[in-house]
Antibody
Framework: EVQLVESGGGWIQSGGSLRLSCVAS????????MSWVRQAPGKGLEWVSN???????YYADSVTGRFTISRDSSDNTVYLQLNNLRAEDSAVYYC????????????????WGQGTTVTVSS | DIVMTQSPLSLSVTPGEPASISCRSS???????????LNWYLQKPGQSPQLLIY???NRASGVPDRFSGSGSGTDFTLKISRVEAEDVGIYYC?????????FGQGTKLEIK
């Protein structure tokens, strides 16, 4: 079964750090584009970061310099390191597969995890 | 960054009636490969988002055919031909054309 399971969220004080994990099953994270999307309480979806098949990474302006996306093929896991956290980073963080095949055809963010909640206290 | 603007922000629909949501982008989403890079997602209450439509008009696997997407360039529409109770939730458009993806504000669909 193709699925994503996030973990690592929790309560943290402003300025602190957390590492979120996203374990994939049924497919390889290294062979796919992977994304993190967050949703603050009562708010809409906000794209946070991507890691491309080739290893390239991209970040929303709001997290550039503070968050780092990475992956580990041995664990089939994508990570999001959150540093220097602010109250406005409080959100549910979702991991998703951004489905581009090797022929360059695009099929959308077609697999999503259940999310992990980060609460930053000021 | 590309700004995505949805309208309306909420709508209330009688079951069996049609519904339509508009999404406009601040820049053209037409790629050189001829495809419009615009996706639609639905987030049902208490659930993770799910993919409905990719590349403006392609239904994702398992999505009922009452959902359809259309549009090109900067103007896109999601249509539900006959709304059902299970369609309640918040609908988002999203552009994956640029490396920095952006979502619309969301449109909340309620059932009358």
């Amino acid at each position: 079964e193709v699925q994503l399971v996030e973990s690592g969220g929790g309560w943290i004080q402003s300025g602190g750090s957390l590492r979120l994990s996203c374990v994939a099953s049924g497919f390889s994270v290294s062979s796919n584009f992977m994304s993190w999307v967050r949703q603050a309480p009562g708010k809409g979806l906000e794209w946070v970061s991507n890691i491309y098949r080739g290893g390239g990474t991209y970040y929303a302006d709001s997290v550039t310099g503070r968050f780092t996306i990475s992956r580990d093929s041995s664990d089939n896991t994508v990570y999001l390191q959150l540093n220097n956290l602010r109250a406005e980073d409080s959100a549910v963080y979702y991991c998703s597969r951004d489905n581009w095949n090797y022929q360059g055809h695009y099929y959308g963010m077609d697999v999503w995890g259940q999310g992990t909640t980060v609460t930053v206290s000021s | 960054d590309i700004v995505m603007t949805q309208s309306p922000l909420s709508l209330s629909v009688t079951p069996g009636e049609p519904a339509s949501i508009s999404c406009r982008s601040s820049q053209s989403l037409l790629h050189s490969n001829g495809y419009n890079f615009l996706n639609w997602y639905l987030q049902k209450p208490g659930q993770s988002p799910q993919l409905l439509i990719y590349l403006a008009s392609n239904r994702a696997s398992g999505v009922p055919d009452r959902f359809s997407g259309s549009g090109s360039g900067t103007d896109f529409t999601l249509k539900i031909s006959r709304v059902e109770a299970e369609d309640v939730g918040i609908y988002y458009c999203m552009q994956p054309l640029q490396s920095l993806y952006t979502f619309g504000q969301g449109t909340k669909l309620e059932i009358k």
